[in-house]
Structures are given as structure tokens and as C-alpha cells.
């Protein structure tokens, strides 16, 4: 059973309109989630986190939004930008495992 | 600072060959991790380590070992290649259990 899903695998935005992706997860000893970007041919680099204790983080054009009684999380980018297209994956941890799920990514495109 | 370094960035295996995968990292971080992924999916757990001389099982250990003699080396080892190796595979490190993860550049493994 997939602990962590992403279930739109593309979503495709106009330059400077908002991007909105979706993340569910059912482990609810998850306490620390996390979006990461990835770019082809280059590893996944650290966007934004939440933990469990806030609903809401923002840094710069992104933003996190955690919703726990709904077990959903979800990034706004705002404005999109083309150099934004990239792979989004959200992941969530558990306590001091450390060790992150991730889910299956959305690919972003964001159109000139 | 290299960061995460990850050889070879491609390989081809035959079958029943088997190789290792080599990841440095220079943060001086404790908790390293051996992701795979696999084309349209996300990323999964092979094996993680909490500090030097400790090692665990992730979610897809079958086929794979480690070992973390010192905090900068956690070689991924290869015994027997089977097709379903075939995959990207990502070296990570991470400082404290609820921070990022810092990724390496990937290595591209295939099985034929």
C-alpha cells in the first residue's frame, strides 16, 4: 500500500498563474513532510518543508499548505515561472526515523 | 564543498555481474540513504544508515548490501544483476532526522 500519493502525474500551468500540487498520505505517524524538485539527469534538490505543528509555510513563491485531519498536503507557487518545470516529489518521515517516503512525483510545466 | 558524489554516473552490467556503487559525501553527516527509482515512479528505500558501523533494511533490499565503515562511505554492492536492477539510483545524506536530505547526481545502472 503506497504510504505517500501524488495522483495527478503531469499538471501544466501558464507563466505567472498559480501551480497547485496535491500530496495524500495514510501513515498518520508522519510528522515531517517535504516537497523536493528534480530536474533530469540531476538529483532531487529540498524546496520546502512542513512540520506537523504548523498548518501553513511559506518561502518566497512557495508555499505549503497541511491539512492533518485530511491527511493532505499541498504546494502553491505563485507566480509560476518556466524555469519551474521540473519534477515535484512530496515525501513525509516519521519522528527521528529520518528516513523519508516519497510519493511518485507530478510533473510541473509551466508554459512561456 | 562536493557534497554527495556518486560513481559511476552510468553502467552497463550483464547479467550475474555484479559491481558497486560508491557515494561520498563531505558534510559530515550521519543518516546516509540509498534510494532507486524507477522510470514514472518515486523514489524507494534500499538501505540507510544512522552513523558509521550501522546499517538497516529499507523497503527494497532484496539483491542489494551496504556498509558504512566511515561517516563519509556508504558503498552500495551489487552481488548477482538481475533486469529488475535496472534503475536510477540516488545516494542521499541527511544532518538531523527533520531536515532535508541532500541528494548526489545519480547513477544510471542498467541490467541486460
Known amino acids: 500500500d503506497q504510504q505517500v500519493k501524488q495522483n495527478s502525474p503531469s499538471l501544466s500551468v501558464q507563466e505567472g498563474r498559480i501551480s497547485i500540487l496535491n500530496c495524500d498520505y495514510t501513515n498518520s505517524m508522519f510528522d515531517y513532510f517535504l516537497w523536493y524538485k528534480k530536474y533530469p539527469a540531476e538529483g532531487p534538490t529540498f524546496l520546502i518543508s512542513?512540520?506537523?505543528?504548523?498548518d501553513k509555510n511559506e518561502d518566497g513563491r512557495f508555499t505549503v499548505f497541511l491539512n492533518k485531519s485530511a491527511k493532505h498536503l499541498s504546494l502553491h507557487i505563485v507566480p509560476s515561472q518556466p524555469g519551474d518545470s521540473a519534477v515535484y516529489f512530496c515525501?513525509?518521515?516519521?519522528?527521528?526515523?529520518?528516513?523519508?517516503?516519497f510519493g511518485d512525483g507530478t510533473t510541473l510545466t509551466v508554459k512561456p | 564543498n562536493a557534497g554527495v558524489t556518486q560513481t559511476p554516473k552510468f553502467r552497463i552490467l550483464k547479467i550475474g555481474q555484479s559491481m558497486t556503487l560508491q557515494c561520498t559525501q563531505d558534510m559530515n553527516h550521519n543518516y546516509m540513504y540509498w534510494y532507486r527509482q524507477d522510470p514514472g515512479m518515486g523514489l524507494k528505500l534500499i538501505y540507510y544508515s544512522v552513523g558509521a558501523g550501522i546499517t538497516d533494511k529499507g523497503e527494497v533490499p532484496n539483491g542489494y548490501n551496504v556498509s558504512r565503515s566511515t561517516t563519509e562511505d556508504f558503498p552500495l554492492r551489487l552481488e548477482l544483476a538481475a533486469p529488475s536492477q535496472t534503475s536510477v539510483y540516488f545516494c542521499a545524506t541527511q544532518g538531523q532526522p527533520v531536515t532535508e536530505a541532500f541528494f548526489g547526481q545519480g547513477t544510471r545502472l542498467t541490467v541486460v
Open positions: 512542513i512540520s506537523s505543528i504548523k
Open positions: 515525501a513525509a518521515s516519521a519522528g527521528s526515523a529520518g528516513k523519508s517516503t
